[in-house]
């Protein structure tokens, strides 16, 4: 079952219908669908795609001409039940290692890739990572996440296993995110931190939202910085930051912070996280940084593999190299267990870790290996920006190129940016640019586009200081 998410409630409905009843269901964002779910029934069996009247409209009309399809198009009422026309039939029987959803990672580095996460994966989330949202029947809970990235599924199992209420923003109320919380009077709120700096630019900067006691951020580097937009606008909240790959369920690790914690991390690149409550180690292969290498995570948090093609034996097994020196070591043995490499570079601070960034956005300047998120974070936190994207320029020697937006009155040199860089690479770095843009490209899962940032770059960089 697919899911067209147009970033309405009727699309979180849909999907909590099908959760419900057992049913596996694939979130797509609304743009480019047609093409999407076409790609996508050539990895699993699509029988039928729920979306709302005005997406199916929207969909129908950019559909390729003369492309046969082997789905239905089905846009349920879902105010009233008795006349929708429309009936899941029946609940499903499922069984732990049966799939409960589908993501698609974004692609962004490669390939999309379709990841499907079991019942069994949701299970041990719930059992080990639900608590520390301290959700209960009275929480009013919402996020600005998109269906189709899996921070999105927090608040679907949150509500169904706690009770709570989910309030569901439509796409103008996402833009004012501080003013929803108030208005609607939440208990939490999760988002990426960059949607409390586009909130701070469109004039929210005097409103607050005193009702809200966790704000839970994931899906970019949390710096110190974010924390504190967090504490202006939300004065009774704690900032949980949560971290977590595609590959694992909706989240593997978190630390929570108040007020009070945040000063000790001014100037790093972004907060610490207590280590996974499952079995993990560094991948040595992948050594760099000094202490740092790749998270491997193994257990049930995995996700069972890639799916590689339909057919009873569609999904690829995945396994890691985990070092054998480890003291999760055996779970390399258990092919039963499995585990992956989350390409995800971390190192080790203050009793737990801190993300540097992708190993496959790792550029190496003047023989230094660094990842480009550890610079974006490292930049946003010293100059007191918003969203930072970097971008490596090789014409005529390796330099860097970086852009922020524009949410700050005052211009931003590249020698000040060169100045943040340097004290973070031994051997220096020269800056060949920086641009002040309205606006970051990012994918469908909020992360960013790398090759829209290249271009962008690339792109009218004559007379940019």
């Not at 309405?8 to 959760?19: K, Q, T």
């Not at 008795?82 to 974004?106: C, E, K, N, P």
């Not at 999309?112 to 520390?132: C, F, G, M, Q, S």
Request: proline share 5%; hydrophobic share 35%; charged share 20%.
């Amino acid at each position: 079952m697919c899911v067209v998410d147009d970033r309405s409630p009727r699309s979180f409905a849909l999907v909590l219908g099908c959760i419900v009843a057992g049913i596996p269901v694939l979130p797509i964002p609304l743009h480019g669908a047609s093409e999407s779910i076409s790609n996508l029934a050539e990895l699993i069996d699509i029988r039928l795609v729920l979306t709302t009247p005005t997406a199916q409209g929207h969909m129908e009309s950019n559909e390729s001409n003369g492309r046969t399809r082997d789905y239905r198009i089905v846009a349920p009422i879902c105010q009233d039940r008795d006349t929708a026309g429309f009936s899941l039939g029946h609940f499903a029987q499922v069984t732990a290692d049966d799939v409960a959803y589908y993501i698609r990672t974004s692609g962004s580095t490669g390939a999309p890739k379709l990841v499907p996460i079991t019942h069994r994966n949701v299970n041990a989330w719930i059992e080990k990572y639900l608590p520390d949202l301290r959700l209960d029947s009275s929480s009013r809970f919402a996020t600005s996440y998109a269906l189709s990235f899996d921070a999105a599924f927090m608040l679907v199992f949150g509500t169904l296993v706690t009770g709570c209420t989910a309030v569901v923003p439509t796409r103008r109320e996402r833009l004012f995110p501080i003013s929803f919380c108030a208005d609607n009077q939440l208990t939490h709120w999760a988002s990426v931190p960059s949607a409390m700096d586009y909130s701070a630019r469109v004039g929210e900067g005097s409103v607050i939202a005193d009702s809200v006691g966790l704000a839970i951020y994931g899906g970019e580097p949390v710096t110190a910085r974010s924390a504190d937009q967090i504490f202006r606008h939300f004065p009774i909240a704690n900032l949980l930051n949560v971290y977590g790959p595609s590959e694992c369920t909706i989240f593997c690790a978190t630390r929570e912070f108040s007020r009070h914690e945040i000063d000790k991390w001014r100037g790093s690149g972004s907060l610490p996280l207590d280590f996974p409550r499952y079995a993990w180690s560094i991948n040595a292969s992948e050594r760099n940084h000094g202490s740092a290498g790749t998270l491997v995570l193994c257990d049930v948090c995995c996700f069972p593999g890639y799916v590689k093609r339909k057919g009873p034996s569609q999904i690829g097994s995945v396994e890691s190299n985990v070092t054998d020196g480890s003291d999760n070591a055996r779970y390399r043995r258990d092919r039963s267990i499995g585990a992956v490499d989350t390409g995800d570079l971390i190192a080790y601070a203050d009793g737990g870790f801190v993300v540097l960034g992708r190993t496959d956005n790792q550029v190496k300047i003047r023989g230094q290996r660094i990842s480009l998120e550890y610079l974006e974070s490292r930049i946003s936190s010293d100059l007191d920006l918003g969203a930072v994207g970097c971008s490596l320029i090789s014409e005529g020697g390796e330099t860097l190129y970086v852009v922020y937006e524009s949410g700050l009155a005052r211009d931003v040199t590249a020698s000040q940016v060169e100045s943040v860089v340097n004290s973070n690479m031994p051997n220096g770095v020269e800056i060949s640019g920086v641009k002040r843009v309205s606006e970051i490209p990012v994918t469908n899962n909020g992360k960013i586009d790398r090759r829209a940032l290249q271009k962008l770059c690339t792109i009218g960089r004559e007379g940019i200081d």
